[in-house]
């Protein structure tokens, strides 16, 4: 999962699929969450996103990290939140099999399944960033994020 800064989306998101898939062993999936910026770098997750998530039920720990080129090794899937974050990471690929790992979260969402990423459409696969925004845009963003993590997880139970 990877978002601007590593304290809100993304670790939000890292958090729904951690929890959601704890127990599964095939596939077995294992959950990282990135920023395509150094801000929070071993910061924790922002204050309102924790607080969100965990009334929600998830428990997850987190320190902000910064995305790296070597992440597409290490990661099946590269989950973006938005638009920069996308052009950011594929900027670091270092292959078309690297480019081919990158998708939006929300492109999971089946209500948004027909929206084509490189189309006019794309903004609205976005997962808008709720940073220092009320405590109602985080949790917009916590439904946004199960439904599309909803969607992947289908997508993956159906291989």
């Not at 320190?63 to 790296?68: E, I, K, N, P, V």
Request: proline share 4%; net charge negative.
């Amino acid at each position: 999962m990877v978002c601007m800064g590593n304290i809100c989306r993304s670790p939000m998101a890292a958090a729904v699929l951690a929890n959601r898939t704890s127990e599964w062993n095939s596939p077995k999936i294992i959950v990282g969450s990135s920023g395509t910026g150094a801000w929070h770098i071993g910061q924790g997750p922002h204050p309102t996103s924790k607080k969100v998530w965990e009334k929600a039920g998830y428990s997850y720990i987190h320190t902000a990290r910064q995305f790296q080129s070597s992440d597409f090794h290490a990661f099946d899937l590269i989950l973006v939140m938005d638009s920069s974050n996308f052009r950011n990471v594929i900027k670091l690929a270092d292959s078309s099999e690297s480019v081919k790992k990158v998708f939006y979260l929300r492109s999971f969402d089946t209500s948004l399944s027909t929206i084509d990423p490189a189309s006019e459409q794309f903004y609205e696969l976005e997962v808008p960033d709720p940073y220092n925004q009320t405590i109602e845009a985080y949790e917009a963003t916590l439904l946004m994020i199960e439904r599309a993590v909803d969607g992947l997880l289908q997508e993956l139970s159906n291989r």
